[in-house]
């Protein structure tokens, strides 16, 4: 079986004269193929808990560890995921891509 790693490339050429923009962008793969999942990074994370109010149903909060998690689910609800990407004080919330 052959893997596909993301490979993204961006090219943006802004003319300030005419306000022209222009961006190019190529992927690996469809984006619509790969998977994605939030990831919390816990070396920023303040444990405010602001992400579970958002999405219970995909961050909770681990006593055992003291520690935030990520839900493990088959597909995860976009528009709550970047809501709490959105509200989160300390931007630790973001989505990573399987490959």
Known sequence: ???????????I????????????KIFSKEPAQMKR????DLGLCSDCRGCIEIAPQVFRYNPAT??????ELAEYP????DEAIKN???DCILWEVDD
């Open 13 to 24: 050429h802004c003319d300030i004269a005419s306000r022209e923009k222009y961006s190019i």
């Open 78 to 81: 976009g528009d709550l995921v």
């Open 37 to 40: 999942y939030p990831s919390i």
């Open 1 to 11: 079986m052959k893997k596909f790693r993301l490979i993204h490339l961006v090219i």
């Open 88 to 90: 989160c004080p300390e």
């Open 66 to 71: 003291g520690l935030m998690e990520v839900i």
